[in-house]
């Protein structure tokens, strides 16, 4: 049977994809959560009562729910989710370690949840940590010793632990040993090193000392009293339930913990103790239910404090990480050296990185804790600039080609072309000239949206190539793509040549190309009397071979492997690389994501050119979305018509798409002629219905957003987006780009069924903004810096702490980066060891060029 915690959170996940608009299920979350509770109540009556502490705790959130506003019941859900993850890890505990029951009368020892303390030769008594504790209300939060910093490792492992340092594998931990160090494995923990960077997750904040009597029920406390009295019972079903009476002088209140008798070792009578959690409701009175506690007369670790919450897998438990991360960084965080120079981070008003690493994992208050998780997110971005900086050192440092060039040629070949280049079209291609004729080896970066003419740019490069007499290699991700240079520069060579000056021979090589006509190719580029190669994958198979390969350029270069590029580059000697991409990234974020390239950046249309007009209609508007499409076909201009996007299945979202084509093509446009294209279908499939739609013969082309469908076709002038609340704004902008390639005015459509709030914004943003740049600012604003990610491809290292819409952060890193290239660009100096060995750890070996 189902948990009804797994239950509730599918409905939860259908709440948050509906935007939280409280209609997911008839009479809204409020009447579902009463109808939930009886449920669940009936299926966990026989199970671990803490489980049901949790019930209570979601059921109370969910009947918030309803009169919530948007923003709160975003984050009742995130609590809510929470305590689903709590229940779920204690359902799996309970299912892998049934509770012991004990004879009656007799005291049960359950596996303890942590190690128990150890003995005294191993473990030095601490110092009290507070002064005796009050028995009156009003008294402030105990204070905390300071910790003493106690090997936490057995003596006799001491020695080795110390020898290893920071590399020495968590097994040899105190209280870990080699079962709970496989656990930790799961989270991506093997040495000590990595238990101090397993950052918590979030926080919760205990510090609020109160009073019993004036204890208010949900709020989160910490009281500080003495024991009256605890005891024991056992449920009908075996289970311990431990409850202790504890008064502060104003009032008295009853803790419960469930299946933990080994605590009437713990806490005696008489004792002082200090409970944190929160306070629930039993017959009218408030109770504690399960809370954090700690002796009054210890460093208070679990209550009373910013308590962290860990990651955690099958096995581990919050109090037992805390634990051992206490230990660990009590030890271990003083022993750490700072990698970064004490004038960085003085000049940018750092913490050290002992300090750093205490107030993360057990923070003073939330302002050293947000310096310390800046500090470290910091650190990251510095280490990756470092590495992206060195790459690009290393590159301008090898011995490069300076090309030699008719330069009057290459001017009659510009102005041959049918259009004048744009301002961002010239000035890139002065700065890849320029970088050709340097003798340092180029790798340059140009981005610029849909449209914005980087192809051109890229031509007349490689014009320039062939007029000093070598070879140039252009590839694409996909045939299509591949297809469209070829086709693009073909008619470019044909108009160079009616100027009377020289052509290039330009040859395709795809999969699709095979037998005579591929050795033919392979002889060409081997004998140098192919000048300029377009293909895909296939230029990077062993056979192909140049003669004189001097420029490379990488079409969409995300799509490809760091491997796959470096192959290419092989074919020739250190040759000047050039690699596009359509999505535009902010300056600063670009700078971060690509420090180890220069930068191009197109971000001006072609003369001519106008905005694509762009509207978000109602779903009952879809008829006239149907009725302007047959306008503008009966204009004799074509469509595309873009289906929803379907999560999980390219086979399903394909068969969405066929039943979506014939749809339309029986009760739509029965008199017209439409085409279909989708991801399951083979490459001389979408090729031969791409081009199709190239000439004319398909007027509305049906297609899935998984397809690459950016065939220049300047006559399609309307594009209709089906479930556009699905796509981000970079998506959206990329096929809003497959229309208005012409003078001739250009429209997009986008249809929403039921937009949840971030997608509401996402609509209003992609109708007024026409700006690739300006939306890329807006979309990481909005969802982060995920989609940028992903343009750099393999061999990036993942940033686990850096928020990369802090653009502030991001500059400090790049300028620190820098000035310190200026003083020791290889770290050999003495004081730099450190830092070359964090960086490299970093990296995870040396960063591959782009």
Known sequence: MASPFTQLQKILNHEIQDGYRNRIVIGG?????????RQ?????????????????????????????????????????????????????????????TAAKGERAVP??????????????????????????????????ARSRGAPPVPPKLA????????DAPVHLIHGVGRERAQRLARLGVQTIRDLLYLLPRRYVDFRALKPIHRLRIGEEVTVIGEVMDIGSKQTGNGLTVIKALLTDGSGVIECTWFNQPYLLDRIKPGQFIVVSGRVD????????????????????????????????????????????????????????????????????????????????????????????????????????????????????SAPGRALVFDEAALERAVEALPFALTGAQRRALDQILTDMRSGVPMNRLLQGEVGSGKTVVAALAAYAVFLAGAQTAIMAPTEILAEQHYRTLIALAERWASAGLPTPTIR???????????????????????????GTHALIQEEVAFHDL????????????????????????????????ATPIPRTLALTLYGDLDLSVLDEMPPGRRPVLTRWLMPEERERAYAFIRRQVEQGHQAYIICPLVEGSDKIEAKAAVEEYERLQREIFPDLRLGLIHGRMKSEEKEAIMNAFARGEIQILVATPVVEVGVDVPNATVILIEGADRFGLAQLHQFRGRVGRSSVQSYCLLLAESPSESAVERLRAIETIYDGFQLAQKDLEMRGPGDFLGTRQSGFPELRLADLTDLRLLEIAREAAERLAERDPELQAPEHRRLAEAVSRFWRGPVEPS
Not at 314 to 340: C, F, H, N
Not at 372 to 392: C, K, M, P, S, T
Not at 508 to 534: D, F, K, M, N
Not at 553 to 563: K, M, P, S
Request: proline share 10%.
């Open 29 to 37: 979350i409020g009447r579902f959560a009463d109808h939930w509770y």
């Open 40 to 100: 669940a109540r009936a299926s966990l009556k026989e199970r671990d009562p803490e489980i049901l502490l949790l019930l209570e705790a979601i059921y109370a959130d969910l009947r918030r729910y309803e009169t919530a506003g948007v923003e709160e019941r975003r984050r009742l859900i995130e609590g809510i989710e929470a305590r689903i993850q709590e229940a779920l890890q204690r359902e799996r505990e309970l299912r892998a370690s049934p509770p012991a």
């Open 111 to 144: 596996p303890s949840p942590e190690p128990p303390p150890a003995p005294p030769a191993e473990r030095p008594r601490e110092e009290p940590a507070m002064p005796a504790p009050p028995s009156r209300p009003g008294q402030t939060a105990p204070a905390r």
């Open 159 to 166: 020695a080795k632990v110390e020898a290893l340092g920071l």
């Open 281 to 396: 409701e039993f017959l009218g009175r408030p109770v504690f239910r399960s809370p954090e506690w700690e002796p009054a007369d210890r460093e208070l670790l679990h209550t009373a404090r910013i308590v962290p919450i860990y990651p955690l897998t099958e096995g581990l438990t919050q109090r037992l990480m805390r634990s051992i991360l206490k230990r660990v960084v009590d030890y271990w965080a003083d022993r750490v050296e700072d990698p970064i120079p004490a004038w960085i981070r003085e000049a940018y008003g750092f913490p050290d990185l002992p300090t750093a690493l205490k107030q993360v994992h057990f923070p003073e208050d939330w302002e050293p804790l947000e310096k310390a998780r800046r500090r470290l997110a910091f650190d990251e971005v510095f280490y990756l600039q470092i590495g992206l900086l060195e790459v690009r050192r290393r590159w301008r």
């Open 508 to 534: 395709l090589l795809t999969s699709g190309v095979s037998g005579a006509e591929r050795a033919q190719i392979y002889g060409e580029l081997a004998e140098g009397t192919c000048h300029l190669v377009v």
């Open 550 to 581: 001097a420029f490379v350029v990488i079409d969409e270069q995300q799509r490809f492997g760091v491997l796959q590029r470096a192959a290419l580059r092989g074919k020739g000697y250190n040759p000047h690389v050039l690699v596009m991409t």
